[in-house]
């Protein structure tokens, strides 16, 4: 039997491992710059060891390096969505109650509930109802999910029969298609407000019709099958459709937002730029303050020795977690800044053109990730996060940075995105009402202007700018 032997030997290998940095780093790439500054404010309540920099309250651009310049030269088969496209497009104006003192659609719809006849339990059982209708004016909880909100926040245990009587009545108040459960609805809530209102507008019967029993051929907009259906005429026809062309599919838009949500919806942008004819600058908009070590906090290795008691050994172990945590972040915040300096530098160099002109999206050109990586020599990681949820404020508007980055149109041109967007949209914008132009069709006539895109191009462009296809833009 042979004898085992053991035996040693050395084998070199590569390992990479993330830095609590690194990870840091990335994490904080990723934020915006309100982001960056809501992380930086609850560090300094966190964290004794951070300080602000004395006389310097908020990081000032002005004499950075952050400031650059450059020389410029120079068909769908979806059914119908509820985003309003068929509902009077960008122009529409909707009837809305009036609201005094009101700020947003929970208190208004809570306000009405003093009209209702309901006991105490039943009020509660409404506030929770409310409470699951969305900013747009749609319950998104069912009954029965409301029943059991109610037997579990409040303890009220009230048969599901009778929470659907409540939801009636709060689908019941103003405004008209509030507490529908999706498009379909909210549209029949509002003409059947109108029937028992009184109204005798001969088209309503008919209107009614089509979305209570032929929903189906409307969303597709499928007019010859909806006449022949009805049996109705041409004029008969556009009368109905007219009517709920003039209903609000978002009834619950008109309202203000809550402060939560304003500050949620409103963008800051993390860089300016300006220019001067085809000088281009930019400035980093950094809305924290510099951060410094405070001087306490400042102690070296050397000053943990093994002759220390238990309790001062633990207070200069608390200190140093303190002071590393405080490093790290200034260290990551200083990387972050220099990141997205050189993201931003390449990103003008790349579309000179468009910043010289102050933001005009004509001028945009072919770019993509790759582009801004192999100029700053960031990885394509690194250069999505430093992107990702970005604006950059211009003299015509603010834009994201990531609406900056498009594809070449596929010809040998230098034609971006925007600019077949703006000529799909041109196109669409003078076609025949009743015969809309077919994706085809709009490929062709990009064709006779010089853009020689494939019809998957025009879908893709013609989708991003909010066009709906051929289908759903045919008009009586």
Known sequence: MPKEILTQEQVARLKQSITPLQVQYSRLLEMNGPEVAEEVSRALDDNPALGIEEGQEMFDDTNSPSGFETQG?????????????????????????????????????????SELSLTPQQRDVARIAIGGIDSNGYLTRTVQGIADDAAIQLGIDMPVEEVKEI?????????????????RDCLLLQLRRMRDSGSNLPALDNAILIIDHYFDLFAKMHLEKLASALKLSRDQLSDALQLIKTLNPKPGAAFGSSRIDDVAHHITPDFTVDNDGPNVTFTINDSYPALRLEESFNISEAALTPRMRDREHDAMLFIKSKRDEAVQLINALSMRRDTLRRVMRAIIALQPDFFASGGDMRKLKPMVLRDVAAATGIDISGVSRATAGKYVATRSGSYSLKSLFNESSGSNTDTAGPLIQAAIAEIVENEPADSPLSDEAITSALATKGYNVARRTVAKYRERAGIPPARLRRRL
Do not use: H, W
Request: no cysteine; net charge negative.
């Open 167 to 183: 939801v009636s009545k709060v689908r019941s108040l103003d405004p008209p298609g509030v507490g529908a459960v999706d498009l």
């Open 73 to 113: 030269n120079g068909d769908d088969e979806s059914s119908f969505g509820n985003d309003g496209d068929f509902f009077g497009g960008k122009g529409a104006v909707y009837e809305t109650a009036t609201t005094v003192g009101t700020s947003t659609l929970t208190e208004f719809l809570i306000e009405q509930l």
